[in-house]
């Protein structure tokens, strides 16, 4: 079943919210299970100083969504881009194998925002 991390990150979540003046927002979605999942950036230098997660899901989708933001927290917009859906999972001490879909959304929320913060910097000039 679920671990004793998931279940802690799905009863206490870390970095629940919205920043309202996000540098970079993404959001995914799983059609199959409903599951959708928000997340914003807040980037000074190269560095996400602040990282805040909205999601609508299952509770490996809130446990998912609280680690990613853990593990992203005071790291360089390369090392943020290096983190995988298996290391969301690993993280959690791993998510039964029919909830793996939910670590692949908080990686996948993860780098939309991370995206999103690019192509704003690029339009920035």
Known sequence: ???QKVMDHFTCPRNVGEI????GIGQVGNPVCGDI???YIKVEGDIIKDVKFKTFG???AIA???????MVKGKSIQEALAISNR???EALDGLPANKMHCS???ADALHAAIR???QRLARAG
């Open 1 to 3: 079943m679920y671990s």
């Open 20 to 23: 309202k003046d996000a540098d």
């Open 37 to 39: 999942m928000r997340l």
């Open 58 to 60: 299952c509770g490996a």
């Open 64 to 70: 998912t969504s609280s680690m990613v933001t853990e």
């Open 87 to 89: 290391a969301v999972a």
């Open 104 to 106: 692949n959304l908080a």
């Open 116 to 118: 999103d913060y690019q």
